[in-house]
């Protein structure tokens, strides 16, 4: 089985572009963003409407929502009702051989076939085309998703029930979802603890690593550890040394964006860039401001998974990025001759009365569905009138911007001119917040 391949093409600093491969061919150019999905999708948006986003090439499930619906059977139904339709001739029972993982009836290489063709949950959900990463923290969610107890981990899904889990079942799950990227079971808290409960925290996380590596793995490729230990940089060491396997192909920086200051963050980054093979790509999973991502990328994140442009859209907040803080504009240093004037904000309140006449589009320039095909006005209408309409048109236009963000990002790291777009765009924001 081919297995995921991590290129770096271009570094400047810490900061890197870098190709990312999965088994099914997929190449995502990172910096990138993970868009976190209710079962793949969206509230105000269907798998279509994604469509109209091109750049939104990598989408994270939670481990919680699968599992309480469609649920590992049905997954596993699922996957041997479409084998059974590729392959007619094949006998029904020769795939049943692999859904059980502790009974090593086939040979490896009859095993490894059958897992790549998987259809998995991407199939399932109709996601064609998708880096999948499969996640135990709900980025949606403030609360604490997986507390753990003694041999398994409850996870709770977004209506709320809790399920729990035993490595075992887990390991099932993985091989029935055939993820791009999944993780080892681990436990967060929120408030994060600090010293003795802190220690506690990670020690068990650890143990739960050991246990997780003796438990016969799934077959796919696209293990990620997870780097654990809070805010203490003792606690952080102490997991990258006893967690992290040597085989993963990847880090997940998890427990971050609980409480820590930016400056403690930023140190947890730098340990794990000192302690970590700069080949391996790393996932950051947090809430996705502006300042947030900028920093990460800087500190050598590759992929940033964070829910931010759904949080704006909530509040009916319009985003402006690929306008203000465009390559030219930033880069010219003319940012700050924008302060208060129309359309020049990042963030817009379109319920605004200054924009029930507007004939203009959201922001200038952006190529999003809602912009090409509507006008401020319309969209001001819809707002004011809680119509559902402006919802989907909202979510639209603030993942286009978030994700073409990324791309600007690409381009500044491109051109070497990263850090000083950084700043300038910090220094920006630090002024008008
Ligand atoms: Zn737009």
Not at 105 to 110: A, E, H, P
Not at 191 to 214: E, H, R, V, Y
Not at 287 to 297: F, P, R, S, W
Not at 343 to 353: A, G, S, T, V
Request: overall charge neutral; charged content about 25%.
């Amino acid at each position: 089985m081919d297995s995921l391949s991590f290129k770096i093409i271009k570094t400047e600093s810490k900061t890197r572009i870098s190709i990312l491969k999965t088994t099914k061919n997929l190449e995502i150019e990172c910096p990138n963003f993970i868009y976190p999905t209710r079962r793949g999708s969206h509230n105000h948006l269907t798998p279509d409407n994604l469509e109209l986003i091109p750049e939104i090439k990598c989408l994270s499930i939670g481990v919680g929502d699968i599992i309480t619906k469609p649920g590992i059977s049905t997954l596993k139904k699922y996957n041997e009702y479409i084998l059974q339709k590729k392959n007619p001739n094949k006998q029904k029972n020769e795939t049943e051989k692999t859904t059980t993982l502790d009974q090593p009836t086939n040979t490896n290489k009859d095993k490894e076939t059958e897992i790549i063709n998987k259809p998995g949950i991407a199939s399932f959900y109709a996601l064609k085309n998708k880096l999948i990463f499969l996640t135990l923290r709900d980025p949606f969610l403030f609360q604490m998703t997986v507390p753990s107890i003694k041999n398994s981990v409850v996870i709770t899904s977004y209506e709320g029930s809790s399920v729990k889990i035993s490595a075992q079942d887990y390991n099932t799950l993985i091989t029935e979802a055939n993820p791009d990227i999944w993780t080892n079971l681990y436990s967060e808290q929120l408030p994060m603890p600090t010293g003795k409960k802190l220690m506690k925290l990670t020690a068990k996380n650890n143990q739960w690593a050991k246990n997780f590596s003796t438990v016969p793995k799934p077959k796919q490729t696209g293990f990620f550890s997870i780097i654990e230990g809070g805010s203490e940089i003792k606690q952080r060491q102490n997991s990258i040394s006893q967690s992290v396997d040597k085989n993963c192909e990847g880090i997940v920086i998890g427990s971050l964006f609980l409480g820590e200051t930016a400056c403690q963050r930023q140190e947890i980054l730098g340990i794990i860039n000192e302690k970590i093979q700069e080949d391996k790509p790393k996932i950051l999973i947090g809430d996705g401001q502006i300042t947030d991502v900028l920093e990460a990328i800087e500190a050598g994140v590759d992929l940033f998974c964070g829910f931010f442009p759904e949080f704006v859209s909530e509040l009916k907040l319009v985003l402006n990025l690929t306008d203000l803080f465009s390559l030219e504009n930033v880069l010219k240093g003319d940012l700050s001759k924008f302060k208060g004037e129309f359309y020049k904000e990042y963030l817009i309140n379109i319920c605004d009365p200054k924009f029930r006449d507007s004939l203009k589009p959201l922001v200038q320039g952006c190529n999003c569905f809602t912009c090409q095909n509507h006008k401020s006005c319309y969209l001001y209408h819809l707002a004011n009138s809680h119509e559902m309409t402006f919802d989907v048109l909202i979510t639209i236009h603030n993942l286009w911007q978030f994700s073409n963000f990324f791309v600007m990002i690409r381009e500044a790291i491109k051109i070497g001119k990263f850090t000083e777009y950084k700043k300038l765009i910090l220094d920006y924001l630090e002024e008008n917040q």
